[in-house]
DNA sequence: CGATTTTGACCCGCGC
DNA sequence: GCGCGGGTCAAAATCG
């Protein structure tokens, strides 16, 4: 009786041992991934830089009236968000001047809504809408329904290169709580994936978990999964180069993904 | 009837 | 000074 009590401690013990080599296994192989990682982040950003410079000597190149004459929207966009290279080349310290706080969001919406309407959760009054030279697509021009206690504005452009995506530009911040038209900021006309990218501080937010789009008739429509790719190719660079600037994303994309494969062991296969 | 949108006119800064 | 382009105004139209 004792025998067979001890054999089955004995059964238990191996089991445990076995259990825990399998782990230092896999902790083993987290650690080489995390470093491997770690390498195409660094490859990544020094790529970016490599970039930026390229990007600063053609743009130093063109002279003042050239620039004018030769801008694009890309190099307007690029300036935008990095602030104006000519005053420093290293796209590193942004500019601290009194303007108001300017933050882009790109939004993906149905190609076939051609309202210029972002929902985020705040009331807007339309006040004008242009034709602007590069984009045939109109731009509307939104100010706070709090105004003018609130001197938000903001700007509603479809993207020149890809009419699905709204781009609204807005300047200054508000002053007083999101108030809900209904639901929330994730109500009719919001995003599958929503990306900010402020001017005057380097933030992003990046939400890919929702592969659709909520639809004005307050449906969840699935996102067709072959659109994807077609993600602006200029658009992913600037998001790629502000996500490969920030050792806060490393840290956290590091964490995400090590949730991930111990959430699905069978992946690391 | 008040709030909101539409849209042409106007203003302003910039480059030539 | 002129033209261009972006931004704003404000009267009319529309909506709820």
Known sequence: METLAKATDDRIISANKHE??????????????????????????????????????????????????NRTPEIDSFNQINGNPSEDCSFKRLREDPKPKISKVYVQTDPSDLSLVVRDGYGWRKYGQKITRYNPSPRAYYRCSFAPTCPVKKKVQRAAEDQSILVATYEGEHEHGQFSQGVGSMQSGSLPYFVSISSSCPTITLDLTQEGFWRDDGKFSRQNESTLPEFQPVLVEQI?????????FRNALAVAISGRMSRHPSAQN
Do not use: H
């Open 20 to 69: 825990v080599g399998i782990v230092r296994a896999k902790l083993n192989q987290m650690s080489k991934e995390n470093k491997i990682l770690t390498e195409m982040v660094s490859i990544m950003q020094a790529n970016y830089t490599a970039l930026c410079t390229q990007f600063f000597n053609l743009v130093t190149e063109i002279s003042p009236s050239q620039k004018r004459k």
């Open 240 to 248: 790629a180069s502000v996500l490969t600037k920030d050792p806060n």
